[in-house]
């Protein structure tokens, strides 16, 4: 637990990333402990970034380590003249790190969405099994998060990294755009385009577009197609059981929940 | 499969007077490469080519998407700076790809180019005429082009040949750094431009603002 600090205490050690909410830094001591510094016009909400931060120490000891490994929960608040500037968080474990071209490259959902190229040719890619555990790696996270009143809300190719280091294995970042059901997100995330909920207020996640959300990432890993969606004839593609519950996504209101994909995942004939 | 596609032709001098900073810039074109390469969603919205230009201008990089390509061509000087042929090549080219990527059946969005002159054109009588049909507001394939000035360039010059945007660099960057800065607005457009928007469309994004350099005032017409 980082707790909150003071953004002159921390030292900075190197920017890793530049996203469209913050800039990414690895903080110099501590292993592995990143800091995210949002870009000005960005609005947090330190009392609920706060709640975000406190809350796995309510979560039962199982639901608590899961996401303590699979996902970059903000571990503090970090504070400039007064205002909340910025959250430490945990850096992905290095089983979710390759490198390619020469240069350290997250593992990022994407690479699994598209045909291989000759850029990422190296890269080793998952058998159609090793998907399937995948995806029940992902609809497991996303049962703990539900069954805890938290929501995704914004889910992308990019957010989600996955590894087969060790056994199939997954992790999220861009935790601060999780919420609390029923509540405002710390920092409002814009739906990635592509991964929209069509029956959704934008901005508005609910229990359901994240089921719906869950179904997208689940069909278009195994079907290893970024564009795929519930809505498009996916007979022949997958079995039965699967099939069903595609049609169920494809139905506002009725989305399978996070546990009914993983029967149909143990079995499954992609 | 049908794809919508931004294309995105980086055109740079390589005449001599680059000779000192010219594996600077083609270390941060192999920068891009590997950062557009290795990015599956924005590799495939968007694709790359690369033309250099001295006396004669010649396309070093077919335009690809870069995650195609396991390494792009560099940028090798030779003598004299004829923007007359880098607008000709450039115009003939895009022409050319275009029609190859439309009768694919690719939705394809207007072509950025990225301009990049450290000195002052050796064809001041002709050059501008072969500008103006790279502009030529009748050619329904007019690139929007963001000029680059660095060294010697002349600023009204490159504030001329920039459509949508013209940046000159500072007095006291130097050039191995201008160009540093320039691969990574580069860079920067293309990640950024190679995500489809909420509405669903592509959108070409250029920084505002470039390290180094001074924005110039385009003409709006």
């Given at each position: 637990m980082a707790g909150d600090v003071q953004l002159a205490d921390l030292g900075v050690a190197r920017q890793i990333a530049d996203g469209g909410q913050g800039v990414v830094f690895r903080v110099a001591g501590p292993d592995g402990l990143l800091l995210k510094l949002y870009h000005d016009e960005v609005r947090v909400n330190a009392d609920e970034l706060g709640r975000l931060i406190a809350l796995p120490e309510g979560f039962a000891p199982p639901d608590r380590r899961l996401v303590a490994a699979s996902t970059a929960w903000p571990c503090g608040r970090v504070f400039h003249r007064g205002r909340c500037v910025g959250l430490l968080m945990r850096e992905a474990p290095p089983r979710f790190v390759t490198s390619i071209a020469g240069a350290p490259r997250l593992l990022e959902l994407q690479f699994l969405l598209y045909p291989r190229r000759p850029m990422w040719r190296e890269l080793v890619m998952p058998s159609a099994d090793e998907r399937r555990r995948l995806a029940v790696r992902y609809a497991r996270l996303f049962q703990v998060l539900h069954g805890n009143g938290v929501l995704v809300g914004d889910v992308s190719m990019r957010n989600l990294l996955w590894s087969l280091v060790r056994g199939p294995g997954v992790f999220a970042l861009d935790c601060d755009g999780f919420r609390l059901l029923g509540?405002?997100?710390?920092?409002?995330?814009?739906?990635?385009?592509?991964?929209?909920?069509?029956?959704?207020?934008?901005?508005?996640?609910?229990?359901d577009s994240d089921r719906y959300k869950l179904a997208l990432v689940v069909l278009r890993l195994l079907l290893a197609?970024?564009?795929?969606?519930?809505?498009?004839?996916?007979?022949?593609r997958l079995d039965p059981e699967l099939l069903e519950l595609a049609d169920r996504a494809a139905r506002p209101g009725e989305r399978p929940a996070a546990a009914d994909w993983l029967p149909a995942l143990a079995g499954v004939q992609v | 499969m049908p794809e919508q596609i931004l294309p995105f032709y980086v055109v740079c001098d390589q005449s001599y007077?680059?000779?000192?900073?010219?594996?600077?810039?083609?270390d941060g074109l192999r920068e891009l490469h590997r950062a557009v390469g290795t990015d599956p969603v924005v590799a495939d919205k968007t694709r790359f080519c690369l033309?250099?230009?001295?006396?004669?201008?010649?396309?070093?990089?077919?335009?690809?998407?870069?995650?195609?390509?396991?390494?792009?061509?560099?940028?090798?000087?030779?003598p004299?700076?004829?923007?007359?042929?880098?607008?000709?090549?450039?115009?003939?080219?895009?022409?050319?790809?275009?029609?190859?990527?439309?009768?694919?059946g690719h939705r394809v969005y207007r072509p950025a180019v990225f301009f990049l002159s450290d000195g002052q054109p050796t064809d001041p009588g002709t050059w501008p005429a072969a500008y103006d049909r790279l502009v030529d507001?009748?050619?329904?394939?007019?690139?929007?082009?963001?000029?680059?000035?660095?060294?010697?360039?002349?600023?009204?010059?490159i504030r001329r040949v920039g459509t949508v945007r013209a940046f000159m660099s500072q007095g006291g960057l130097g050039p191995g750094l201008?160009?540093?800065?320039?691969?990574?607005?580069?860079?920067?457009?293309?990640?950024?431009?190679?995500?489809?928007?909420?509405?669903?469309?592509?959108?070409?994004?250029?920084?505002?603002?470039?390290?180094?350099?001074?924005?110039?005032?385009?003409?709006?017409?």
């Open positions: 509540r405002r997100p710390a920092v409002r995330q814009a739906d990635t385009a592509g991964w929209v909920d069509p029956a959704a207020r934008i901005g508005l996640p609910t229990l197609d970024h564009a795929v969606t519930p809505t498009d004839d996916l007979g022949g | 007077s680059m000779a000192d900073h010219v594996d600077g810039l083609n033309i250099g230009f001295s006396g004669d201008a010649e396309v070093l990089q077919p335009l690809c998407a870069l995650s195609d390509v396991v390494g792009i061509a560099d940028l090798v000087v030779s004299a700076t004829s923007f007359g042929a880098a607008f000709t090549v450039l115009r003939e080219t895009i022409e050319r790809d275009v029609g190859r990527l439309k009768s694919a507001p009748a050619w329904h394939l007019r690139p929007n082009i963001i000029a680059f000035g660095i060294g010697d360039a002349d600023e009204e010059t201008a160009l540093h800065e320039f691969a990574r607005a580069l860079t920067s457009s293309v990640v950024s431009s190679g995500e489809v928007t909420e509405a669903g469309d592509l959108v070409l994004r250029i920084p505002r603002t470039v390290s180094g350099f001074t924005a110039l005032q385009v003409d709006q017409v």
